[in-house]
């Protein structure tokens, strides 16, 4: 019994070193980011940036709910019917449409 008990508790020590770890990794890839967003100077590229937060700002707000499986594939039915029924926008319309947002 004792072995067992060594066993899940050095198992469990290992599992919070791995989280440890790749919550430190993800501590230095922001530091990366910080250093590197404070030495751009393009105010396009920090305008895009800006344009992404605050995207993922107000995306992150909304309340996603997962779907089902029959909503998942009730989609696709629906995505080719309108691909059948010439519904449907070019790369370029897309893109074209996408500059407005």
Not at 78 to 101: C, G, L, P, Y
Request: aromatic share 10%.
């Amino acid at each position: 019994m004792q072995l067992k008990i060594n066993k899940n508790i050095h198992f469990i020590i290992f599992v919070f070193i791995l989280l440890n770890i790749s919550n430190m990794d993800i501590q230095v890839k922001k530091l990366e980011l910080i250093k590197w967003i404070a030495q751009i100077s393009d105010s396009n590229i920090i305008s895009k940036m800006d344009k992404i937060r605050r995207t993922y700002l107000t995306i992150s707000k909304d309340n996603f709910n997962p779907i089902t499986i029959e909503e998942f594939y009730t989609s696709i039915d629906r995505a080719e019917k309108d691909i059948k029924s010439k519904r449907i926008f070019t790369q370029s319309e897309v893109e074209e449409e996408s500059k407005n947002w």
